[in-house]
């Protein structure tokens, strides 16, 4: 039986590895990891409302990327469009719409995109929606109307942030005895007018139109004079 020194098999494996390696980065160069863009909507999600986000994917190799599956983990994130396919050296966008429940202002799911040669990219779709109005979701701030302001006696104010104010459907403030308290919405100025006691403790239950979720319901807080706006 014939022998080899060790020295000659070591050279082989040497050059095997060499090849191997060689073989991998050629691969690695010619099919590079697709890469994520920057996204686009996340500043402008809105709660209660459909926000549209969308998030670009470039393929950097120089053959074309075929996707199998495009999935989110939540049904508050639904896909609107996606790529089965990115040509070579070209970027795609994929369009999602988001939910987000008025009374929970944060935005974190994943985006797992799936390849058609088993490769699987993930992408972390996180942010807050814009608030409501000052305060949410915890609570609405309000302000005292100067006496001037008002028809009858002293109201408070509630500020709609102005994103929300063409979504609002309908507004109702309640006494601790879940009686309605006389309330306007002023949908031009976006403010709350509410003829309320003061000094017993009311809630503000807002819906958002179109929104498929619940109410938003959150105390009224009285914010105090230098505080700022309400």
């Known amino acids: 039986m014939r022998t080899f020194p060790i020295q000659w098999m070591q050279g082989v494996l040497a050059l095997f590895l060499i090849c191997t390696a060689s073989a991998w980065a050629a691969l690695a160069i010619s099919n590079p990891h697709p890469i994520w863009g920057t996204p686009q909507g996340?500043?402008?999600?809105?709660?209660?409302?459909?926000?549209?986000?969308?998030?670009?994917?470039?393929n950097r190799s120089v053959h074309a990327l075929q996707i199998q599956s495009v999935q989110t983990t939540c049904g508050c994130v639904q896909i609107v469009s996606a790529p089965d396919r990115i040509?070579?050296?070209?970027s795609r966008d994929i369009v999602l719409e988001a939910r987000v429940d008025p009374a929970n202002p944060l935005l974190r799911q994943w985006l797992s995109v799936t390849l058609a040669d088993g490769r699987e990219l993930r992408f972390l779709i996180q942010g807050?929606?814009?608030p409501i109005v000052s305060g949410w979701p915890e609570q609405a701030w309000a302000r005292r109307l100067p006496s001037s302001d008002s028809l009858a006696g002293e109201l408070l104010a509630i500020r709609i942030q102005e994103p929300y104010r063409e979504h609002v459907k309908s507004i109702a403030v309640l006494d601790p005895d879940?009686?309605?308290i006389a309330a306007a919405y002023d949908r031009i100025r976006g403010e709350v007018l509410v003829a309320a006691d003061h000094r017993r403790p009311s809630m503000l239950v807002l819906s958002i139109r179109r929104a498929d979720t619940p109410d938003w319901v959150a105390p009224i807080r009285i914010r105090n004079e230098g505080e700022g706006d309400g």
């Open 87 to 90: 040509p070579a050296l070209a």
């Open 178 to 180: 879940d009686q309605e």
């Open 42 to 58: 996340l500043d402008r999600v809105l709660a209660g409302v459909p926000s549209r986000i969308v998030i670009p994917i470039k």
């Open 128 to 130: 807050q929606a814009l």
